[in-house]
């Protein structure tokens, strides 16, 4: 890579862990929050959905925007509206000013990791999206680490405020992608912005129905179908048609959500397990997580050189395979020691952090050019989707009494093994994603991925 390449993706990588730390402080300071404001434990929640929410959402919407506008000056914006939000919510003194904050942060943050992972298609060539996206995923999986232990400690020393202070950071890495970002023109097109409020609101609504009411899924559904109607018969839509019908990257967006749905599924289940069943304080919980983070984000940029290397699929073949064969181990060893339990974490987070790495740029090889910012949005939004999911539905399913499923448990504790065998096992299904993938009657257009 050249100079410039270097320090777009330094500035790349600075401005992502922020945006990752500013979605895994804040789950350590709603105690604090409850307490101050004397809110439910619903009601302070919407500090994480209201953020939740809006960066879903925005991740597609920025992915269309870019399909027309130059990066750089949408990058501008979501920089400023995340910084805004921040500084909005450092000196708030209501709660109502808090979820103002957080929607604003999550309004600009959303163009971050979207914004990133086009640039990372745009502007550098086939051969290295696979390196510059192992860097991204280093820093990913560095962010999911230190996040939780660095939000403990700064609520515990100062104050819940100073978080939002944290991110305001981000503002740094302007200057620099200014000067390294592409000068770029306007594309000739208009943004659909009756397809972006139906498709917006819909996705919002169902993701608030996997979590609060069944009538939001209604919603949802509801407002979905008279999105996909209103594409098929508008001119130049939010999302072109042909998107879904493009057979490989639907695979690949369904893969996207069994990979999510695993891994955000056991982040949930793991600490009540370290909890109840190895009687850990919320402090040692952290650490067991912590060395399988950073190991992850040490080797993720060699994940993403084998990419380059191998192939993108070899190396989502074999991640998949690892975090699948990790979910099992957890299922089977639960009672047996958390050092064993840390140590396969080592091998989910490096199998996850392989495929964040090669997932994202084999997405895009399967697209036309003039569809890879919308599609890669779909992408983040698939990936949102399928971490929402996880863990909800693995939580009403610890509430049901089941029988040992997993022969290999030794007994005791069935729902949490079974829970994780659940997993794994829609872990393994996403391999048969990637197989049929590969079949060559699947549509797969020119600018295909080795």
């Not at 190895?278 to 990419?307: D, E, H, T, Y």
Request: overall charge positive; glycine content about 8%.
């Amino acid at each position: 890579m050249n100079k410039r390449q270097v320090f777009l993706v330094a500035s790349m990588c600075y401005m992502i862990f922020f945006s990752v730390l500013n979605g895994t402080m804040f789950n350590v300071a709603l105690p604090a929050l409850s307490e101050e404001f004397a809110l439910s434990p619903s009601g302070v929640s919407w500090v994480v959905v209201a953020y939740s929410l809006i960066f879903a959402v925005g991740a597609v919407t920025y992915g269309k925007l870019a399909d027309i506008y130059p990066i750089r000056r949408l990058i501008t914006i979501g920089l400023i509206l995340f910084s805004a939000g921040s500084l909005i919510g450092f000196l708030s003194e209501a709660y109502w000013m808090i979820i103002t904050a957080r929607v604003i942060q999550g309004s600009g943050s959303a163009a971050i990791p979207a914004l990133a992972m086009i640039a990372s298609a745009r502007y550098f060539p086939l051969e290295k999206r696979g390196y510059v996206m192992g860097f991204v995923a280093s820093t990913v999986a560095f962010g999911f680490g230190i996040g939780p232990l660095l939000g403990g400690a700064l609520a515990q020393v100062f104050d819940w405020r100073v978080l939002f202070l944290v991110s305001v950071s981000s503002l740094v890495a302007l200057p620099v992608l200014l000067r390294v970002l592409p000068h770029e023109q306007s594309q000739d097109g208009s943004f659909d912005i009756i397809g972006a409020v139906l498709f917006g609101i819909g996705a919002a609504a169902l993701l608030l129905g996997v979590n609060t009411n069944l009538w939001f899924l209604v919603l949802g559904a509801l407002l979905l179908l008279i999105f996909f109607l209103h594409i098929r018969v508008k001119e130049k839509p939010f999302i072109q048609i042909s998107l879904f019908q493009n057979r490989k990257f639907v695979l690949m967006l369904l893969f996207t959500l069994c990979i999510y749905f695993s891994h955000m599924a056991t982040f949930f289940v793991l600490p009540l397990i370290l909890e109840d069943v190895n009687g850990l304080q919320p402090g040692w919980i952290g650490m067991v997580f912590f060395p399988g983070a950073m190991i992850a984000a040490i080797l993720g940029m060699r994940a993403g050189k084998l990419s380059d290397t191998y192939g993108s699929m070899v190396v989502l073949k074999w991640a998949a395979i690892m975090m699948a064969a990790g979910f099992l181990a957890i299922s089977s060893l639960i009672s047996v020691s958390v050092i064993w339990i840390s140590v396969t974490l080592i091998l989910i987070f490096l199998g996850f952090s392989s495929i964040q790495a090669s997932l994202a740029s084999y997405m895009a090889s399967t697209l036309d050019p003039k569809e890879t910012g919308v599609g890669l949005g779909l992408y983040n939004l698939t990936a949102f989707m399928g971490g929402t999911l996880g863990p909800t539905l693995i939580s009403a399913f610890l509430e049901v009494n089941t029988a040992r499923w997993n022969m290999l448990n030794p007994g005791g504790f069935t729902s949490y093994s079974n829970s994780m065998l659940i997993v794994s096992l829609i872990c393994f299904s996403s391999l048969l994603l990637l197989q049929r993938a590969q079949d060559p009657l699947i549509q797969q257009l020119p600018s295909t991925h080795r």
